[in-house]
């Protein structure tokens, strides 16, 4: 498949062409888990596999395979299709429900001969597992993966039990550009380091080679400055407010071990984050700044832009951003 028809077949699938998926909440721990069975051997892997974890899942079958199971392998598991949709009312039958959830298309007809039957496509493969993504995987990899979910809190279902599931909309597509030119290119700039691997994990971390004002410290000392993954703060934020909170407290603790850990981070004299939620920051020792003028009304411009990008209707607590901060040696006392 020429690389043009692949960009447009993921742009496609981003917008919800023809009821494509997108995920569910953002917030919630449950990705949905779907596997592509292509073979008997697949399928007895697949199985064996998701019953040493106790986990159900969604199963990707060709109609052609699906011709000679038995429903009762599949109990607890959701079916879905691999493949041509034609042997789509197969599936129905194996299933003993209408099947809704199919294999991602190679092509942009592909995907319109799912939307005629009303059938939704998987997006394309997530890099890694986020609240409410859809994971698709080969059964060869499915151990190592469903291990790696339970090590990061993530809680693996079919397709059709993660919360809140929807077709994706223009505004996804607009929203994962924006991620990719915006907040990706500034962390490659700025050499962010991602420390929210977990599914409650919420805090990114960025070395500086100086001390901004109004840091009490000299200019050329030293700093981390705290970012938050925005979609997922926003998220966790819709489940409640306490929920966030407990997160961002919990996502410290990640930074002070990568304090200690990360060579990048050795030199750090402080820690500190210009934020509009500088109460939960305050609540967990540290001091806030009051920002130069210019610089509050730049930041507060930009956490505007912020969030109507990631679509929050809530408006926070404060409207004046400061700068919240800890000295390295107290920060670790408290977080380390």
Do not use: N
Not at 144 to 169: F, I, S, W
Request: charged fraction near 20%.
């Amino acid at each position: 498949m020429a690389p043009s028809s692949t960009a447009a077949v993921r742009a496609a699938l981003r917008a919800g062409r023809a009821g494509a998926w997108h995920g569910g909440h953002p917030g919630d721990p449950r990705v949905g888990l779907s596997i592509p069975v292509r073979s008997d051997a697949d399928l007895r892997a697949a199985l064996a596999t998701l019953a040493e974890a106790g986990v159900s899942a969604t199963l990707l079958l060709s109609p052609a395979l699906a011709r000679g199971l038995d429903r009762a392998w599949l109990a607890g598991h959701e079916v879905g299709g691999l493949g041509d949709p034609a042997g789509a009312p197969g599936l129905d039958v194996l299933a003993g429900t209408p099947v809704t959830t199919w294999a991602t298309p190679e092509r942009l007809r592909g995907l319109r001969a799912l939307g005629t039957r009303g059938l939704h496509a998987l997006p394309p493969g997530a890099d890694r597992p986020a609240p409410g993504a859809l994971l698709t995987v080969d059964p060869a990899q499915l151990p190592a993966l469903l291990a790696d979910l339970k090590r990061l809190g993530y809680r693996p279902v079919p397709v059709r039990d993660v919360p809140d599931l929807r077709a994706g909309t223009g505004r996804d597509l607009f929203l994962h550009g924006y991620t990719r030119l915006v907040e990706d290119r500034f962390a490659r700039q700025h050499g962010v380091i991602d420390l929210a691997q977990r599914a409650d994990a919420v805090m990114r971390v960025a070395p500086l080679d100086h001390a901004p004002a109004p840091l009490p410290l000299p200019r050329t000392a030293h700093t981390a400055e705290l970012h938050l993954h925005s979609p997922r703060i926003v998220g966790l934020a819709s489940r409640s407010a306490l929920t966030a909170y407990r997160a961002y407290l919990r996502s410290l603790r990640d930074v002070g071990a990568a304090l200690q850990d990360r060579p990048e981070l050795q030199e750090a004299q402080a820690v500190f984050a210009v934020t509009l939620f500088h109460a939960p920051l305050a609540q967990a020792g540290f001091t806030l700044l009051d920002l130069p003028p210019a610089m509050a009304r730049w930041y507060g411009l930009g956490f505007r832009l912020l969030r109507v990008a990631y679509g929050t209707t809530r408006a926070p607590s404060e409207d004046t951003p400061k700068m919240a901060w800890l000295p390295r040696d107290e920060f670790l006392r408290r977080y380390g």
